[in-house]
């Protein structure tokens, strides 16, 4: 059973960082790319970063320059470091993992950025 879990949200005002967490569980973690997406209330989701099994990274230009994309393999986790936020940064943000046996989604966490 594949499992995501991601942690690290939370309140910060503008100006600040967060990094977020996604733990897998259930893939061969090395074999899988792996996305952050997010959604704010009213929105739709939408793609912020990913990175592919090689370490490419891809970023939605929103976030080019403030956010970066990593992982670690030996950890089965990857992470989410979010610099310079903003109030739009707000939202729930999710990870998937793309693998040959499916795409799989986290619960979400919150992220909330004060003005």
């Known amino acids: 059973q594949v499992q995501l879990v991601e942690s690290g949200g939370g309140l910060v005002q503008a100006g600040g960082s967060l990094r977020l967490s996604c733990a897998g569980s259930?893939?061969?973690?090395?074999?899988?790319?792996m996305n952050w997406y997010r959604q704010a209330p009213g929105k739709q989701r939408e793609l912020v970063a990913g990175?592919?099994?090689?370490?490419?990274?891809t970023y939605a230009d929103s976030v080019k320059g403030r956010f970066t994309i990593s992982r670690d393999n030996a950890k089965n986790t990857v992470y989410l470091q979010m610099n310079s936020l903003k109030p739009e940064d707000t939202a729930v943000y999710y990870c998937?993992?793309?693998?040959?046996?499916?795409?799989?989604w986290g619960q979400g966490t919150q992220v909330t950025v004060s003005s």
């Open positions: 990175i592919r099994t090689g370490g490419s990274t």
């Open positions: 259930g893939v061969i973690f090395s074999r899988t790319g």
């Open positions: 998937r993992a793309l693998s040959l046996g499916g795409v799989y």
